[in-house]
């Protein structure tokens, strides 16, 4: 009788495998080395590791781009590298069986963390999947044979002639006799369902809860596949979210779950807040609307400037706050900037060389020539000016939190609502454009006066626009002539109204649930 010995696979072939290298050149030089296991392929040298990472990558993809199909009867190349599937387990619970191999032969690609190699191999889909960090390049059109949990034994002397399939991770020595195992095949439990990194309980009654949550999941992770996101739907994934979970905390009695609901709920808000600053859409059916300052904080910045306006004018009248609020908006980070006459006779000032002189006599404003001066300047050759009470203390601080990049955006909005064509053309007063201004800071999203659209009060209304009550209701009566106010009403305490469509992109919406204090508050 003969016995069969097993040297090797049948009719199989090594795995194919190249590594591309990036050495230094020597010490003190910042010059590389790229090569390559391959023999045919030349060393090259170049001047930094930069260069040399990007010829490395370069090298090893024309290798996979010539590089054939990976080949069904090629057998793991990966055992060398310490593969996870083939070396056994050190620990207490070391497995029965080191090694399973499986599934197509692939190409397979990994690389050094350090950017110092490249390798490129063939092996099984299995081992891939096992190695950190590899990826899959190409997958051989047929499945080959490793696809098989158990290796074959020997042959015994009853069949001298037939030689069993080996891996090439486990080699067989001769031996006699014995019927071929039967492979065991592996328990697989039933897939768990997941959402927020909890698992679904398979018996969470009532089952409606249970198919929602599911549903959940499933929505969640689809919606981290998306190549852009979509707020809105996020939104309404967080508020489903939300409510699902107090179902399930009150369900459970899990405090945990109720935590988990609250944070959704906040989410969703702070989702649909970014969605309508991205946008500038209205919430509900209302138009979009693109606004000249797109972002909450400066609205809330250009608030801050009124307050302070209000209570630091040095002179009485509304024309004295509106040369005032411009002028802090010119020197607001610094206490200095540049001024042209322009800037002076387009605010519809009855006499405004008299209140600059007025401003500077008190102290508030330093120029360095006469008012009239200031008054002849033009754009090429601008009069600089300076706010003394506005100029920042040792440490750096002032009466403004905002930077110097959005002073000139809050500067450049006031300047385009106070010159706005109607009511230029309509030559306003600087009290119109005053009350103009301060209404466009003190709406909601819809462009309605007040918070939640409730009106302003007099009393704050009239701290803002230093005028009466009669006078007011002249200069709302001159807004809406200039097509800025629709639906003003007047009463003994709020102004309730509509600021036009067409001027909605100079308003600052007031934030929900946000009440403006009065400015001595």
Partial sequence: MTQ???????ERVPGRRWTV??????RGSPAVRVS????????QRLPSAAAGRAAAIAHLKAHLRAAPAPRAEAYC????DGCHTHLPGTGRHARAEPWRCGGPVVLAVLTDRGGRWWRAMECCSR???ATPGATTAATSRTLGPQATDRPAPAASDTGAGSRAPQF???RTASRTGGPTPRAVPARRRPPQAKIAQRVIPHDLRPVALRDELVELGDLFRAYQKREQPDLSLLAELQERKARAFTTWADVTCDGALRGEARRAEQAAAAIRLQHQQRTGGISGDGPAVARLLTAPAQWDHMRSVLAHVADHTPLPGPEARLLVLMLTLRTAHTGTG?????DLTALGLTDPEDLVEKLTGCGWLTLPGTVGDLLASRPENPTPISVPSLVPDGDGTGPFTFGRKVRPKLSGWAQRVVSERKLRKAKAAAGTRLLALTLATRTDASGRLGAGGRGIALDALAAW???DSGELRHLADQLSAADWLTDAALTETRLTGQLTERVLPLTCPLRAGLEVPHPSQ
Avoid at 21 to 26: F, W
Avoid at 36 to 43: F, K
């Fill in 465 to 467: 626009v230093p005028v």
């Fill in 21 to 26: 290298r990036l050495d230094a050149v020597g």
């Fill in 77 to 80: 190349a990966c055992r060398a």
């Fill in 36 to 43: 390559c296991s391959r023999p045919a392929c030349a060393e």
């Fill in 4 to 10: 069969a010995a097993v040297d090797g696979p049948d």
């Fill in 127 to 129: 081992c891939a999947a």
């Fill in 338 to 342: 540049n001024l042209v006459g322009q």
């Fill in 168 to 170: 090439s991770d486990h």
